[in-house]
């Protein structure tokens, strides 16, 4: 329905650190638990990690203590930081919205940006 919008990819060295941005329309963002996917080349799609409205944040193990997740709640933009990076980390990486249910009857709803490619390599 609504198509995110992520920004920060390129070519890093290993070791090296790389900041992303995501951002959505306000609607969505502010009902949404948003969350980073990255799928390298002949894998599947896996989950970065994620951070909740009140900015809790939890992440994939692979990543852990690497990245760090924030999001902006004024200007909607959540960012991914991402610190010692290494050549498995390179992929294409995605921004997820998916909204938070408040009554029984409602629908969680997901929405997802186009991606932006990460590659480290010397």
């Known amino acids: 329905q609504v198509q995110l919008v992520e920004s920060g990819g390129g070519l890093v060295q290993p070791g090296g650190s790389l900041r992303l941005s995501c951002v959505a329309p306000?609607?969505?963002?502010?009902?949404?638990?948003m969350s980073w996917y990255r799928q390298a080349p002949g894998k599947e799609r896996e989950l970065v990690g994620s951070i909740t409205r009140g900015g809790r944040t939890n992440y994939g193990d692979s990543v852990q203590g690497r990245f760090t997740i924030s999001r902006d709640n004024v200007n909607n933009i959540m960012s991914l930081q991402m610190n010692s990076l290494k050549p498995e980390d390179t992929a294409v990486y995605y921004c997820n919205a998916r909204t938070v249910v408040v009554a029984v009857e409602q629908k969680s709803s997901e929405y997802w940006g186009q991606g932006t490619r990460v590659t480290v390599s010397s």
């Open positions: 306000e609607r969505i963002f502010s009902l949404s638990v």
